[in-house]
């Protein structure tokens, strides 16, 4: 049973340009959430989709932006990179429907943005 | 401002040692979560509290939430390397899930 994958692990980007990261949640699961995390941070909630559509949205830019497919997979895209956009992006995989309460979130190991 | 307010930031012992680590707010949460994280891997979950006053029992810890649920606490007995990690506390308010900024915990043998 595959828990959540995410790719690549590392990557390292210029200031302006354009990154796509991806993620597959763990098998079962309908709900992808993205988080990003700064180094000494907690993570901060970004947006989560869930029947291709997102559902929820923090406090983030709009050069932020998603997608999820049909098989629950998901993509996050960042425009324009600032030297800030620099951290840790998860993602995390959960069951739709389950009260906010006891959502249970599997997490992803991240992808290491470097923006240079 | 942080809705979830960690601490303490850094905490070093050596083994063998208790430790509690905290989260307070100044909100009402009708649930907590705490999940620790390892270098390079993301958040695991270790428990959810939901009933003020409640204490839930994982081998050497001990998480209780507060009667108010507006804190929670987790203690950890005869600490080990293996306990090394970064603890956070996710807290739901208001049909929104918040993350604190973490305790950073290192075991030293």
């Known amino acids: 049973d595959a828990g959540v994958t995410q790719s690549p692990t590392h990557l390292i980007k210029t200031r302006g340009q354009q990154v796509t990261l991806r993620c597959s949640p763990k098998s079962g699961h309908d709900t992808v959430s993205w988080y990003q995390q700064a180094l000494g941070q907690g993570p901060q909630f970004i947006f989560q989709y869930y029947e291709e559509e997102e559902r929820q949205r923090g406090n983030f830019p709009d050069r932020f932006s998603g997608h999820q497919f049909p098989n629950y997979s998901s993509e996050l895209n960042v425009n324009a990179l600032l030297l800030g956009d620099s951290a840790l992006y998860l993602c995390?995989?959960?069951?739709?429907?389950?009260?906010?309460?006891?959502?249970?979130?599997?997490f992803g190991s991240g992808t290491q943005l470097s923006v240079l | 401002t942080q809705l979830l307010e960690q601490s303490p930031q850094f905490l070093s012992i050596q083994e063998g040692e208790n430790l509690t680590v905290y989260c307070n707010s100044s909100?009402?949460?009708?649930?907590l979560q705490w999940y620790r994280q390892e270098p390079g891997e993301g958040p695991v979950l270790l428990v959810t509290?939901?009933?003020?006053?409640e204490v839930k029992k994982l081998k050497r810890l001990t998480f209780q939430f507060g009667d108010a649920r507006k804190d929670s606490s987790l203690h950890i007995t005869a600490a080990q390397p293996g306990d090394t990690g970064l603890y956070l506390c996710r807290g739901s308010t208001l049909g929104r899930l918040y993350f604190g900024r973490g305790t950073q915990l290192t075991v030293w043998p």
């Open positions: 509290v939901v009933t003020g006053g």
């Open positions: 995390a995989s959960s069951l739709w429907g389950h009260a906010s309460t006891n959502e249970k979130l599997f």
């Open positions: 909100s009402v949460f009708s649930s």
